[in-house]
């Protein structure tokens, strides 16, 4: 038993040395991967990479680098004056004469792809991955062995069936008709639009000529195709939501100052303006001073554009609007004539061009849904940020001292005078606040587009038809009103066109205010109309 227990033992041991012997890098593949022509040469990486070493993986870095070097029938790896063979991994004298390796495109090519095949055999599930984008763009049959062995040892499910669908493409330019047929099949299920691109190739560019692999591929297509469909509907409807909680959350300011107080404020779009600006100083001071905090700039960023807007918005409520009560041609036309002023004023301090707010590291990227449909992380914190300062203005009007004041004024200002309310502090404390908030918009599309002098300009009008729509003094119209604008936009855009579709919604604006004046929601009590 004993003696037949370790003849065992020395079969076992002499399998592994052959198997390793078999998968080491010999002389004869090295020279011929690195000398003849380039079919040949790639035909030799395609065999090696069957059973890839760590000699081999030396090889492709030596000959991508230029290191690599012939002498005689050896493959020399040459660096800082040493020489290694490329085949046994050793390091020998370096002959007098050596003779360089040449590599045009096409070899890099495949020497590249050659190179991330090697992740496929890492140990990080990041490296595999990116081992298998990579070799998506160079998909071909001889690489199919290796396909093979990396589907044997992958443990990671979606990996796997990333493998599967690379596999497939290798298939799908096979001579065998059947292969062919299978990899149609196995690409079908996929939900990736390189594998839409790849299909659309084969059938378009004549590849195919076989009609039942054809009507294969135009079937595929079609499955495909209607399943990104739904990525794209999503992303659609997103995008939406995304322009929609800016609307809103430019909109609410406006709500206040010309839905609680009867203000046609024409410069609430360079209120938002001046919030953008002052996030892009804070950006630039915490950037000089504090660059191991940048990350964390947008937070006391936030509070300083309110800051700023509301501080601008009190003195315009001091000096100029408090006196045009009640005359709205007189408020529009000074209004109007205060973001010229407003607008020039910071052209001169920061110039006629745009200036650049960098996302904080945590708002960069994104998460992928879908295949096709990618969230970015700055339009998610924006859409929270918008129903953020939602909730703190409906608890601030309905439930404080301040708010309390301002619907009593709005309502009734006489008798708010008579039970002692300052309704002068009330209407600059009120115009305060909505101003404020446009800054906070100014903050939060800092994040998501060009700052400049003209920022304000392409909000001012979308934001009066979000209020108007949702109802004159409804903070809940308004925000009905600018997601359904912001959604109904976003799908229009696809079918019609940008300008087309602001059209049609300006259209449709008109129509509604035409049937129902009062807006989605109408204002409550007896002078309410009905």
């Known amino acids: 038993m004993l003696r037949r227990i370790t003849l065992y033992c020395l079969l076992l041991c002499a399998w592994l040395l052959a198997v390793s012997t078999a998968s080491a890098l010999s002389p004869e593949s090295a020279k011929a991967i690195a000398v003849g022509e380039n079919d040949d040469r790639i035909k030799a990486l395609s065999a090696a990479l069957v ?35 490329a085949a046994t991994g050793t390091e020998v004298p370096l002959p007098a004469a050596v003779e360089d390796v040449v590599n045009n495109n096409r070899m890099r090519s495949e020497l590249e792809a050659a190179k991330a095949a090697f992740g496929l055999f890492s140990e990080s599930l990041r490296v595999r991955n990116n081992a298998i984008t990579e070799l998506r763009e160079s998909a071909d049959e001889s690489k199919l062995p290796l396909i093979d062995r990396a589907l044997t040892k992958e443990t990671d ?20 008709k059947q292969k062919r047929l299978d990899a149609i099949v196995a690409l079908t299920a996929s939900a990736q639009p390189s594998v839409k691109s790849m299909l659309q190739e084969r059938m378009n560019a004549g590849g195919e000529t076989d009609p039942e ?16 469909a739904w990525g794209e509907r999503l ?37 938002l303006m001046i919030g953008a600006y002052a996030t892009y100083l804070v950006q630039n001071v915490f950037r000089k001073i504090m660059p191991g905090a940048f990350d964390y700039y947008i937070i006391a960023a936030i509070p300083l554009s309110f800051l700023a807007a509301a501080l601008v918005g009190a003195f315009l409520e001091r ?13 529009l036309l000074a209004t109007w004539g205060i973001s010229l002023m407003l607008i020039q004023l910071v052209r001169t301090f920061f110039g006629a061009q745009n200036v650049p707010v960098e996302n904080p590291s945590w708002l960069s990227g994104g998460v992928q849904v879908l295949p096709n449909l990618t969230l970015p992380y700055n339009r998610i914190a ?13 608890l601030l009007i309905s439930k404080t001292r301040l708010g309390l004041f301002v619907r009593g004024v709005t309502q009734n200002r006489s008798m708010a005078a008579c039970m002692g309310v300052n309704t002068a502090k009330i209407d600059t404390y009120a115009f305060a606040l909505g101003a404020g908030i446009a800054g906070l ?45 912001g959604v109904l936009n976003k799908f229009l855009e696809g079918w019609t066109g940008a300008v087309l579709a602001k059209i049609i919604v300006l259209v449709f604006i008109v129509v509604f205010i035409q049937r129902r004046p009062q807006g989605i929601f109408a204002l409550k009590g007896r002078s309410a109309e009905a």
């Open 235 to 271: 992303g659609v409807v997103f995008t939406g939501l995304s322009l929609g909680s800016i609307l809103f959350l430019v909109a609410l300011g406006l709500a206040i100052t010309y839905g609680l107080m009867g203000v046609i404020n024409m410069a609430h779009g360079e209120l």
């Open 319 to 331: 000096t100029v609007i408090r006196w045009l009560y009640g005359r709205p041609l007189e408020t």
């Open 157 to 176: 499910a979606s990996l796997k069936a990333k493998l599967e669908q690379l596999r497939a493409a290798m298939l799908i330019a096979s001579s065998d």
């Open 441 to 485: 918009a100014g903050c939060a599309l800092s994040q998501v587009g060009n700052v400049g002098p003209d920022l304000g300009q392409g909000y001012i009008v979308d934001s009066f038809m979000v209020v108007v729509l949702g109802g004159v003094g409804q903070l809940a119209g308004t925000v009905y009103a600018g997601l359904g604008l």
């Open 51 to 85: 059973t890839p070493d760590d000699n081999l993986s030396s090889l492709v870095d030596a000959l991508l680098g230029d290191n690599a070097k012939i002498a005689g029938d050896q493959v020399l790896i040459v660096s800082d004056g040493k020489a290694i063979n």
């Open 382 to 394: 924006i859409i929270f940020f918008a129903f953020f300062v939602l909730a703190a203005v409906s």
């Open 213 to 228: 692999v054809r009507a294969a591929l135009s079937a595929a297509i079609k499955t495909v195709e209607a399943r990104l």
